[in-house]
């Protein structure tokens, strides 16, 4: 593990634009995030002019990002399971539809709230089905010591777009009218989707069958059980939970409290991108002088500060300087966090995991709009925005409980795994398998090998390991056996295929704790059942008296 104190590589944060595919993406992903944005304001002005209630302004971000909550399961399972380069395809292609028929909607005059919060939710569709595989292919596209600087600079570059796109759509509003920023942003849309379809990229594909849907899905939710993924899912769920409240509320301050318009809203939005751009560039450093986890303690903090501040002034200069402080702190807790689960994943199942963490993390924005939104309409903006960050404080509070503790220094490459022979013929779908480690350990390395024994569990069980028993022989006191199943022959090559470099580190330590020279005894068996064959006729067999 490393020092939380320490940077994790050298890599600069340029680095990964030397690589044209990732170059060609990730420009045309900063185009359509600055027609999402403009489309964003219109959004939410729109819905704060045509509607009179708080709760239904507050929606339009839950509106967006409750899909990633329903969906990024199962599209992460995709994304593993199938190319991720169709699967970006496909959500860029729902993102495109959606901003298109808004634009007609507003076009033809056929706007309603119901309207907008639909259209808004088929878009985060879109981003639910791109988001995973997307950030899953940055491995596949980039060496993985690129990878952290390739999450920063998305991160980066999205908030530099963050700093230009709201200032640019209430420019647009105010001048133009809804009608060209929704059209300006139907047409962005279509940028990533030609950068998609022109760019290809080396996936190492695998030499077994695909997955079942439920198996894919049920394999990634088990590997979260890995402390760091488990942590920092936990962390930035109640982050966003609370956090959300600054970008749901923003409309209703910037209406009800500043007396602004379109233009003020988005320079409110500018300030915010502002702050989390310069914590973006600056956040190598950062980490260089603190740890990771205080950093998000911090974070949390800052967003209160914004909260209390957004809550108590009329200042539009106040406001602005609030929300980039907390523009800072959602950038640095947002990127923490999704470095630590892309890396602390092995390629095989992190779409899965990342879509577990947007799952429950975008769940959490959307349940937090819709809390402030809530208390907005039914007591007051102020009190919303007062509970908003006393609930950011106590999210920094959990940090005392549950520190998040950034990325293993392990290698999360796949093994290169060859099948052992057999004497028998098996199927694909032969088994169960049962599988059998003896081990000889001597006395004084007991305890040593238990506590191997303890990882090896954890990493054979996420692996897809069942029924994962140790036993110690009665007769023979150093003799121990390691046994676990599979449900079938190609469970159990696909588990070993699974296995990274670094798990096999575990099996390695193991091994050294035997005596003499000599590897542990592997054994394999197949399962046969005795009971009889179904319709078979079992014959009694007649008891005897005897005097």
Same mark, same amino acid.
């Given at each position: 593990m490393r020092r939380q104190d320490s940077p994790p590589f050298a890599a600069n944060t340029l680095i990964p634009l030397q690589n044209p595919v990732f170059r060609s993406i990730w420009t045309a992903t900063q185009i359509s995030s600055l027609g999402w944005l403009v489309?964003?304001?219109?959004?939410?002005?729109?819905?704060?002019?045509?509607?009179?209630?708080?709760?239904?302004?507050?929606?339009?971000?839950?509106? +967006?990002?409750?899909?990633?909550?329903?969906?990024? #399961?199962?599209?992460?399972?995709?994304?593993?399971?199938? +190319?991720?380069?169709?699967?970006?395809?496909?959500? @860029?292609?729902?993102?495109?539809?959606?901003?298109?028929?808004?634009?007609?909607?507003v076009g033809l005059g056929f706007v309603s709230p119901w309207l907008i919060?639909?259209?808004?939710?088929?878009?985060?569709?879109?981003?639910?089905? *791109?988001?995973?595989?997307? @950030?899953? +292919?940055?491995?596949?596209?980039?060496?993985?010591?690129?990878?952290?600087?390739?999450?920063?600079?998305?991160s980066v570059g999205y908030n530099v777009v963050r700093s230009i796109g709201p200032a640019l759509g209430g420019v647009i509003l105010a001048l133009l009218g809804p009608l060209t920023a929704f059209a300006f942003a139907a047409l962005t849309d279509l940028v990533p989707l030609s950068a998609v379809l022109? +760019?290809?990229?080396?996936?190492?594909?695998?030499?077994?069958?695909?997955?079942?849907?439920?198996?894919?899905? @049920?394999?990634?939710?088990?590997?979260?059980?890995?402390?760091?993924?488990?942590?920092?899912?936990?962390?930035?769920?109640?982050?966003?939970?609370?956090?959300?409240?600054?970008?749901?509320?923003?409309?209703?301050?910037?209406?009800?409290?500043?007396?602004?318009?379109?233009?003020?809203?988005?320079?409110?939005?500018?300030?915010?991108?502002?702050?989390?751009? #310069?914590?973006?560039?600056? *956040?190598?450093?950062?980490?260089?002088?603190?740890?990771?986890?205080?950093?998000?303690?911090?974070?949390?903090?800052?967003?209160?500060?914004?909260?209390?501040?957004?809550?108590?002034?009329?200042?539009?200069?106040?406001?602005?300087?609030?929300?980039?402080?907390?523009?800072?702190?959602?950038?640095?807790?947002?990127?923490?966090?999704?470095?630590?689960?892309?890396?602390?994943?092995?390629?095989?199942?992190?779409?899965?995991?990342?879509?577990?963490?947007?799952?429950?993390?975008?769940?959490?924005?959307?349940?937090?709009?819709?809390?402030?939104?809530?208390?907005?309409?039914?007591?007051?903006?102020?009190?919303?925005?007062?509970?908003a960050a006393a609930a950011l404080l106590l999210v920094a509070a959990v940090g005392k409980l549950l520190p998040v503790r950034l990325w293993e220094e392990s290698d999360q490459g796949a093994f290169d795994f060859r099948p052992p022979e057999l004497a028998l013929d098996l199927k694909p779908r032969s088994g169960p398998i049962v599988i059998k480690v003896e081990y000889s350990i001597p006395e004084e390395n007991i305890e040593e090998f238990l506590s191997c024994m303890r990882e090896r569990r954890r990493v054979q069980s996420r692996a897809g390991a069942r029924d994962w028993t140790l036993q110690r022989d009665l007769q023979n006191s150093t003799l121990w056996t390691e046994t676990f199943r599979t449900p079938t022959w190609t469970d159990y090559l696909r588990l070993n295929h699974r296995l990274t470099v670094t798990d096999r580190e575990v099996g390695e330590r193991l091994a050294a704790l035997q005596v003499g020279d000599s590897p542990p005894r592997l054994s394999l068996s197949i399962e046969r059942s005795t009971s009889p064959a179904p319709g078979s006729q079992v014959q009694p067999v007649p008891f005897v008296s005897r005097p």
């Amino acid at each position: 593990m490393r020092r939380q104190d320490s940077p994790p590589f050298a890599a600069n944060t340029l680095i990964p634009l030397q690589n044209p595919v990732f170059r060609s993406i990730w420009t045309a992903t900063q185009i359509s995030s600055l027609g999402w944005l403009v489309q964003s304001v219109a959004i939410s002005w729109l819905m704060a002019t045509i509607s009179a209630s708080d709760l239904m302004v507050a929606l339009v971000q839950a509106a +967006s990002t409750l899909p990633a909550f329903f969906l990024s #399961i199962l599209a992460g399972a995709i994304a593993d399971s199938f +190319s991720r380069r169709g699967v970006m395809l496909a959500g @860029h292609c729902l993102i495109a539809l959606a901003s298109t028929a808004l634009a007609l909607s507003v076009g033809l005059g056929f706007v309603s709230p119901w309207l907008i919060l639909g259209l808004s939710f088929l878009a985060g569709c879109g981003f639910a089905l *791109n988001d995973p595989a997307w @950030h899953a +292919s940055v491995g596949d596209i980039l060496e993985k010591r690129d990878i952290p600087a390739a999450v920063t600079l998305m991160s980066v570059g999205y908030n530099v777009v963050r700093s230009i796109g709201p200032a640019l759509g209430g420019v647009i509003l105010a001048l133009l009218g809804p009608l060209t920023a929704f059209a300006f942003a139907a047409l962005t849309d279509l940028v990533p989707l030609s950068a998609v379809l022109r +760019s290809k990229w080396q996936v190492r594909s695998s030499p077994l069958p695909r997955e079942r849907m439920t198996t894919a899905i @049920h394999d990634g939710m088990r590997f979260t059980d890995s402390s760091e993924i488990r942590v920092a899912i936990v962390r930035a769920t109640l982050f966003g939970l609370s956090s959300i409240s600054i970008l749901a509320l923003l409309p209703l301050v910037v209406r009800d409290q500043l007396a602004g318009g379109p233009i003020v809203y988005g320079v409110l939005l500018a300030g915010f991108g502002t702050g989390a751009f #310069i914590a973006g560039i600056g *956040n190598s450093y950062l980490r260089r002088i603190t740890s990771q986890d205080r950093l998000i303690t911090l974070a949390s903090v800052a967003c209160a500060t914004c909260c209390l501040l957004l809550a108590l002034t009329s200042s539009v200069a106040v406001a602005a300087i609030a929300l980039a402080i907390a523009g800072a702190g959602w950038v640095v807790t947002w990127t923490g966090t999704d470095v630590c689960v892309q890396l602390a994943s092995p390629r095989w199942v992190v779409g899965r995991t990342l879509s577990i963490y947007y799952a429950l993390t975008y769940g959490g924005m959307a349940a937090g709009s819709w809390i402030w939104g809530a208390v907005a309409q039914y007591y007051s903006l102020t009190w919303a925005l007062e509970g908003a960050a006393a609930a950011l404080l106590l999210v920094a509070a959990v940090g005392k409980l549950l520190p998040v503790r950034l990325w293993e220094e392990s290698d999360q490459g796949a093994f290169d795994f060859r099948p052992p022979e057999l004497a028998l013929d098996l199927k694909p779908r032969s088994g169960p398998i049962v599988i059998k480690v003896e081990y000889s350990i001597p006395e004084e390395n007991i305890e040593e090998f238990l506590s191997c024994m303890r990882e090896r569990r954890r990493v054979q069980s996420r692996a897809g390991a069942r029924d994962w028993t140790l036993q110690r022989d009665l007769q023979n006191s150093t003799l121990w056996t390691e046994t676990f199943r599979t449900p079938t022959w190609t469970d159990y090559l696909r588990l070993n295929h699974r296995l990274t470099v670094t798990d096999r580190e575990v099996g390695e330590r193991l091994a050294a704790l035997q005596v003499g020279d000599s590897p542990p005894r592997l054994s394999l068996s197949i399962e046969r059942s005795t009971s009889p064959a179904p319709g078979s006729q079992v014959q009694p067999v007649p008891f005897v008296s005897r005097p």
